[in-house]
């Protein structure tokens, strides 16, 4: 158990027999922090412990309230993404991830997929993994912070297609609402290369110094393929002309992509379902 910043709040070990021991202060949130390495820890901090560890602004913090009805948002910053999906309220780094609220019903799923995709693969892991087939043995090479905003995007467009079947035409009108939303948020991301460049996380970490910019900056370009994994599909197709092009955004590009096709075609057959309703 460590203390942190900010109002004397501590950070606790995930442990379940530890719950007892986290402090809370005025204006504290659960969080879960995940990180590279596979550790995970459960958070009760202060907003201003949170902000000084991701250095972030206040505003950037505020749109992850959940007392506060702020729109979806996939906000790059220097050194962090904010996601603001619906339920799904997340800072990603380049090493770690912060989600808010983790014990919540609709976000327990999400940090089980996000503890299986970004568990470090390790020897032993690679050796038995060599015994399966060969699209299972085979790693995601994908930037931390890519892999994990894959969890999101994936989450919530299962989210929104669960819903489209669960409640049907009596909430069509308020889905669609909510479907338009996330959908035109993707779009104006991928309208916008420089905002696209500003989720590369990994590369302007590798870019900051002179002397790993050849190596690292090149390092999660590695052309280990993953069979199944749209981001490593998009690495593959781009490897042999983008390697250097601090500019290139296509790798991201492909992965926002897919994810608005879905989300997209989930609004379609809303469209379509209202078009079919007789007029009130």
């Known amino acids: 158990m460590m203390m942190g910043g900010g109002g004397g709040s501590f950070v606790v070990s995930a442990d379940p027999g530890m719950a007892g021991l986290k402090k809370k202060s005025t204006g504290s949130r659960s969080w879960i922090l995940l990180d590279a390495s596979g550790e995970e820890k459960m958070l009760d901090v202060d907003k201003h412990v949170i902000m000084h560890r991701v250095q972030i602004h206040a505003r950037d913090l505020r749109i992850l309230d959940p007392d506060l009805k702020y729109p979806s948002a996939i906000l790059g910053r220097e050194g962090a993404i904010v996601l603001n999906l619906e ?52 790693e995601d090479e994908s930037p931390f912070e890519f892999r994990a905003l894959e969890v999101a995007l994936e989450a919530i467009c299962s989210h929104l297609a669960a819903r489209t079947v669960e409640l049907e035409t009596a909430f069509y009108p308020a889905l669609d609402t909510l479907t338009s ?26 870019g900051a110094s002179p002397t790993s910019r050849s190596g690292a900056a090149a390092g999660w370009f590695l052309a280990s393929p993953t069979i199944g ?32 096709m879905q989300i997209d075609e989930t609004l379609s057959k809303l469209t379509t379902v209202c078009e079919t309703l007789p007029l009130l």
């Open 229 to 260: 994994s749209k981001i490593s599909r998009a690495s593959r197709a781009s490897i042999a002309t983008i390697r250097d092009d601090e500019n290139d955004v296509e790798e991201l590009e492909m992965l926002l992509e897919d994810y608005f």
């Open 87 to 138: 339920h799904i309220k997340a800072i990603i780094t380049a090493e770690e991830v912060l989600l808010r609220e983790p014990l919540k019903e609709k976000v327990i799923p999400v940090v089980e997929e996000l503890r299986r995709k970004l568990k470090p693969t390790n020897e032993d892991v690679k050796e038995s993994a060599a015994h399966h087939d060969a699209e299972n043995a085979e």
């Open 181 to 206: 939303k996330v959908r035109d948020e993707l779009e104006q991301l991928l309208d916008d290369d420089d905002d696209m460049a500003d989720l590369y996380l990994s590369r302007k970490l590798a």
